[in-house]
């Protein structure tokens, strides 16, 4: 079974920072490009961020400007670096193995981000 580990999640004031990390094994990673996901209470789960290998990347429009995505080839390692949080931000966050257009089947297990005052 394929695992994706996510980690640095927490709970956040409003206009602060954090940053995720997702680990993948290397037969993986080294084929998909990665992507960050979220999904809050109520909500479908939706895109933030995807990379490829090659560092090209695709943002939601909510995470333009304020979220980084990145990834570390030697280490297996994507990131996402989240600045200017909001608490519309509040959600899982989840680490996935795909292509820079579609989700593919490997999916972490979740890490919970909550931006409140």
């Known amino acids: 079974q394929v695992q994706l580990v996510e980690s640095g999640g927490g709970l956040v004031q409003p206009g602060g920072s954090l940053r995720l990390s997702c680990v993948a094994p290397?037969?993986?990673?080294?084929?998909?490009?990665m992507g960050w996901y979220r999904q809050a209470p109520g909500n479908q789960r939706e895109l933030v961020a995807r990379?490829?290998?090659?560092?090209?990347?695709n943002y939601a429009d909510s995470a333009k400007g304020r979220f980084t995505i990145s990834r570390d080839n030697a280490k297996n390692m994507v990131y996402l670096q989240m600045n200017s949080l909001k608490p519309e931000d509040t959600a899982v966050y989840y680490c996935n193995a795909g292509t820079l257009e579609l989700p593919g089947p490997y999916w972490g297990q979740g890490t919970q981000v909550t931006v409140s005052s």
């Open positions: 290397r037969n993986i990673f080294s084929i998909y490009a």
């Open positions: 990379i490829t290998r090659g560092g090209s990347t």
